[in-house]
């Protein structure tokens, strides 16, 4: 199966499991498709939704602040509920703290906007569009 199908159905479900309130669930299988079609417009078109949002992020540091941090520290930060959800690094059963079913509307967004830079068109899976017409108007 293809990388952008994978992402595809991995984004149908999250889809369904937002709508179920099952926020938590929705972030991991988005974030899955946003990493896979970020990586695809990456090599595509030599941009994805987490680089611009890198790239934002230092224009609000370089505005507030003298002081700016590197890209692998923004994107930690800007991943940090994803990954929270995904790993254990330390084992131990710590408390995450997020507004889930927002970090679940971010991820969304991006993976379609990803699909949608790295394939010029919007994905066609009706779930998927009307959810992201839903979040996005």
Do not use: C
């Amino acid at each position: 199966m293809e990388k952008r199908d994978i992402a595809l159905k991995q984004l149908r479900a999250s889809a369904k499991l937002y709508h179920s309130g099952d926020y938590i669930s929705s972030i991991t299988l988005a974030g899955a498709a946003e990493e896979i079609l970020g990586s695809i417009s990456k090599i595509r078109t030599n941009i994805n939704e987490l680089k611009k949002e890198v790239d934002y992020l230092k224009t609000v540091y370089d505005y507030f602040s003298s002081q700016k941090p590197n890209d692998k520290n923004l994107i930690s930060k800007i991943n940090r509920v994803k990954n929270e959800l995904k790993h254990n690094d330390s084992g131990v059963n710590n408390w995450v703290e997020a507004d889930f079913e927002n970090e679940a509307v971010l991820l969304f967004v991006k993976a379609v906007k990803n699909y949608f830079s790295a394939y010029d068109e919007m994905p066609k899976d009706k779930i998927i569009r009307n959810l992201f017409n839903h979040l996005t108007l």
